[in-house]
């Protein structure tokens, strides 16, 4: 089994940052990639940001340039750091990892960008 804890949202001005942080525990061994999605109110459910365990990366074309993922394998840490934050990146962030076999989510942060 594996457990992720979040942390890291929170109310941000536009043009602001944020850094959510994903820590895993368990049977980390297994885990093959790390991720973010983001689930708005009245939208679907989108990926955000995946890093694999070989350090290979992907981001959602709305977030190119602004976010990036990252993991500290010493810690079993994901983060996505979050730049230059825009109004329509209100979510509720969910951090997962992929195991192979199965899928673990963790409970959610949520990130609001308001003035």
């Known amino acids: 089994q594996v457990q992720l804890a979040e942390s890291g949202g929170g109310l941000v001005q536009p043009g602001g940052s944020l850094r959510l942080s994903c820590a895993a525990s368990?049977?980390?061994?297994?885990?093959?990639?790390m991720g973010w999605h983001r689930q708005a109110p009245g939208k679907q459910r989108e990926l955000v940001a995946l890093?694999?365990?070989?350090?290979?990366?992907y981001y959602a074309d709305s977030v190119k340039g602004r976010f990036t993922i990252s993991r500290n394998n010493a810690k079993n840490t994901a983060y996505l750091q979050m730049n230059s934050l825009k109004p329509e990146d209100t979510a509720v962030y969910l951090c997962?990892?992929?195991?192979?076999?199965?899928?673990?989510w963790g409970q959610g942060t949520q990130v609001t960008v308001s003035s």
């Open positions: 368990g049977s980390i061994f297994s885990i093959t990639a």
């Open positions: 997962y990892a992929d195991r192979g076999i199965d899928r673990k």
């Open positions: 890093i694999r365990s070989g350090g290979s990366t």
